[in-house]
């Protein structure tokens, strides 16, 4: 495969449309890490909001599949870079403390501004060249990063930032579920930060009838939940952000799945009583994105940046 099936496929898939969401979005083991039953809730995970450490990889926690602070090149390691013609590139100075970072630069009315994506575990393709072993289909994942839009950011999030997927063919771009985490494409949620998860199986597991690059057709979209920090406003432009993410898919057979971000460690939206594949086991999480695309084109040339990437088998928080 190419990275121009990939580009087509990630289009249809949720990057140039809209598609079940209920909210009028811009797109589309038994246990967890701490012993507790895969059902349980996780309300009160443990988060204190600090500067992160710029070189924080140089000791990275023993529950870290990856870690990217930028501070040395680690880009040929994601499966796929798309630099936008030098629009999104790791670049000093544009990090936390002034570090190294990504900086993505959005022209006016143009979509795309570049995108990295991240394989790990198993994957039904070499294309998904996994960061570590290749061996476990993730049923339970954290990833957290931080964002910051440059001072005087306007027109609302920009609609794509990050999602997960589960790859789940050895032929095709088939996707078990994606779980998008984007802003919204209304005027009453363009500031927020939204989750809206969807499925690529039926209620059973069995993968979807596929269309070139989507998820299945019909896909199930699962139902939204809208964050409440609007990152996007005029008042919290300008400063950097902890977004942590955590899903956990549903066990076989049960409709306990769970889908929930934090803001500088605080809850800011959850789904949980998901069904997010059936019984689908052959695959779990193996790819994440960091995403940069705005629906329609850009209002204006302006910037954000994004530092200390970090995916987990258990909570990470933000110092």
């Not at 090149?73 to 590139?89: I, K, M, Q, T, V």
């Not at 936390?96 to 501004?113: K, P, W």
């Not at 294309?127 to 570590?132: A, K, L, N, P």
């Not at 999030?157 to 790859?167: E, M, P, S, V």
Request: glycine residues 14%.
């Amino acid at each position: 495969m190419t990275m121009v099936g990939f580009v087509i496929g990630w289009l249809i898939a949720g990057g140039a449309g809209c598609g079940g969401s209920t909210t009028g979005l811009a797109a589309a083991d038994g246990t967890g890490p701490s012993g507790t039953p895969s059902s349980a809730p996780t309300d009160t995970v443990p988060r204190t909001p600090a500067a992160s450490a710029v070189a924080e990889c140089d000791s990275a926690d023993d529950a870290w599949i990856w870690c990217d602070d930028f501070e040395r090149d680690r880009l040929d390691s994601y499966f796929e870079h798309n630099r936008a013609d030098g629009a999104f590139e790791r670049t000093s100075g544009v990090g936390l403390d002034g570090s190294h970072g990504m900086r993505a630069r959005f022209s006016a009315g143009v979509e795309g501004a570049g995108w990295m994506h991240l394989a790990f575990g198993r994957t039904p393709q070499p294309y998904f060249r996994s960061v570590d072993d290749g061996a476990t289909a993730h049923r339970e994942v954290w990833w957290r990063f931080f964002v910051r839009n440059e001072p005087g950011w306007t027109g609302g999030g920009g609609h794509k930032l990050t999602r997960a997927r589960a790859f789940a063919s050895p032929e095709t771009w088939q996707q078990a579920f994606e779980a998008p985490l984007w802003s919204g494409g209304q005027e009453a949620n363009r500031d927020v930060l939204v989750l809206d998860p969807v499925s690529g199986t039926d209620e059973q597991g069995n993968l979807l009838p596929y269309e070139s690059g989507s998820l299945g057709q019909p896909a199930r979209w699962l139902g939204s939940e809208a964050g409440t920090t609007p990152l996007f406003d005029a008042s919290h432009v300008g400063s950097w952000y902890c977004v942590e993410v955590h899903l956990r898919l549903n066990d076989p057979g049960q409709s306990n799945g769970v889908f929930e971000f934090w803001i500088d460690g605080s809850l800011e939206a959850r789904r949980e009583g998901l069904n997010w594949v059936g019984s689908f086991t052959d695959y779990g999480v193996n790819t994440i994105s960091l995403d940069n695309y705005w629906n329609g084109g850009a209002p204006r040339d302006q910037e954000r940046y994004l530092d200390n990437f970090v995916v987990s088998t258990a909570p990470i928080g933000c110092g």
